[in-house]
């Protein structure tokens, strides 16, 4: 009877592996990114009309730095992924102050891209910024007294606090996708007329709607879940 007691101990101990790692691919799956082709173009812009709806903001020591059009596309080479990488661009961008438009800004990506990550912690999924070519960070220029010069520079990193938040909309096979940004804890260095302190309390806000389109350019279900 006790040969049979220890001959079941490693029978029992892989039943039992066997079931901790099924469980953990499964809590692993999480939300993913779905398309209703292979090889859809996904097209994000500006969700929603002029207003503040629209609005791209990237709020500092320095003040507002707010953007009225972004863009980007990206084409994904599976129908299901757990990634969009993302190097959008950045039009009709000013410092806000006072209230009202002011000094024009250009937002330059250089290297970087952001990836936007499906599986939420929590109530938000992660963001990232990541640059390809090592040194670079995303600059953000200002035009000031008829040039254009270096305001601030955002390295790689992942903010520390909320990040994003990705909804659904419409009914299958008509449905498109919005990500919602609230990302805090964003590293930023001010540069030239802008200041020169390091700081890591910057906020980025601004709706995306993200379209799938096929090749003939004709629209395919994109959704999250």
Partial sequence: MHRKSKALVPILFAA??????????????GERFHISVEHAILDFAQD?????ASW??????????????????????????????AAPTYTKCNKIES????LTLHVKMTSCDYLYTAERSGTHAPV?????????????NVTFLGSEILCMTI???????????????????????????T?????????SVCGSAVANDGKYTGNILVRGTNTNKEAVDTWWE
Avoid: W
């Fill in 183 to 191: 990302v805090e804890g964003i590293e930023y260095t001010e540069k």
């Fill in 48 to 52: 929603g009309t002029e207003g503040t």
């Fill in 99 to 102: 209230g009202s438009e002011g």
């Fill in 155 to 181: 390295p790689p990193q992942t903010p520390t606090s909320n990040g994003v938040v990705y909804h659904t909309v419409g009914v299958s096979p008509n449905r498109t996708l919005t990500i919602e940004p």
């Fill in 128 to 140: 990232h910024i990541q640059c390809s070519t090592p040194g670079d960070h995303i600059h953000i």
């Fill in 16 to 29: 039992f592996a066997l079931s901790a790692m099924t469980a953990s691919g499964a809590s692993a799956a």
């Fill in 56 to 85: 791209h903001t990237f709020t500092t020591t320095v003040g507002e730095l707010r953007c009225t059009g972004v863009e980007a596309s990206v084409t994904p080479t599976a129908k299901t992924f757990s990634e969009i990488t």
